[in-house]
């Protein structure tokens, strides 16, 4: 695969567009070390007529947000027939979607918090469940738009019916899960390490702690049991499977052990295009599972494909 022409799509126009430039400029700059001619696409609305010209042998495809991971771009990548790295087009709109992806998770036995889906106008007066509960945009990434309510408050927060919110009007309202915060990656059929994230300074891993220096640390391997390290892999890897991803993926979990050492594990999402620069989650697990950096984007680039 070394000399192929990879396109690597950065940027974007969702709000996580400073996320994806980071990502796209690390990935662009590792390949382009592993021999690869590559092209950075800063994407716009004439990605499709732009990649149409560029006719590149695979796309390495670094957005995040809507439009990026939600099925739009794959399908503009299957409609130019050009390869692609992680999940396709049906894959990842489902686990863009919060709700629905719940609903999957459920149905393979994989424990999901309980929740219901509301326009954000018609959470007024009474909480819709009993505190404390979370907040947050059906179809988002990178905690935007998270707002959690304590036991203590007696209304909702103003900002989810403000015409400052900015994540549309469909939200998920769902139990908050007290504990510690692990996640665990795939890479094509097998589960990779998993790693307890420790927000630094934070209430939970929002924007905050995920992308700003100093804001979380990751420990891998988590310091847990052996048995529930490795009920977190199968679980990682069945959610990866019945949602049907492809290449890479990274789910995220709560678990509580306030009160006993068994505890209570909660899957919460998936994520299909999780970020990708050297310490970022899931390029650390491959590097604990002795990928380099560089081996492991090679890895992708092998695995892309159409009809994922």
């Keep these: ?40 696409v800063d994407v716009e609305r004439d990605v499709s007529a732009r990649l149409a010209d560029l006719k590149p042998d695979v796309v390495f495809n670094a957005l995040h947000g809507p439009f990026g991971e939600d099925g739009t771009i794959q399908g503009i990548l299957e409609y130019l027939r050009i390869p692609y790295t992680h999940s396709g087009v049906l894959a990842s709109a489902l686990a863009m979607d919060k709700s629905r992806a719940k609903k999957v998770a459920d149905g393979a036995g994989i424990p999901v918090a309980d929740s219901r889906v509301m326009n954000r106008f018609a959470i007024t007066g009474e909480h819709p469940m009993k505190p404390p509960y979370v907040v947050k945009p059906v179809r988002e990434g990178s905690s935007f738009g998270v707002v959690i309510v304590k036991e203590d408050q007696a209304h909702l927060p103003q900002i989810i019916t403000s015409c400052e919110w900015r994540y549309g009007d469909e939200v998920l309202v769902e139990r908050y899960i007290y504990g510690r915060e692990l996640t665990c990656g795939v890479m094509g059929d097998t589960a990779l390490g998993v790693t307890e994230i420790v927000p630094q300074g934070h209430s939970f891993y929002d924007y905050d702690s995920k992308y700003a220096e100093g804001g979380s640390k990751h420990v891998i391997p988590a310091k847990i049991s052996p048995n529930l390290y490795q009920k977190i892999q199968t679980l990682a890897l069945r959610a990866h499977q019945a949602i049907g991803c492809r290449g890479v993926s990274r789910s995220d979990f709560r678990y509580d052990d306030r009160f006993s050492e068994e505890g209570e594990l909660i899957w919460l999402e998936i994520n299909t295009q999780p970020g990708m620069t050297p310490t970022s989650l899931v390029p650390e697990m491959a590097a604990h599972a002795g990928y380099s950096f560089g081996e492991f984007l090679r890895w992708m680039v092998e695995d892309a494909s159409c009809l994922r």
């Design 1 to 40: 695969m070394g000399g192929k022409h990879v396109a690597v799509l950065l940027g974007g126009f969702s709000s996580e567009r400073p996320v994806s430039l980071s990502s796209g400029k690390a990935c662009a700059d590792a390949l382009d070390a592993e021999g690869f001619q590559v092209t950075r």
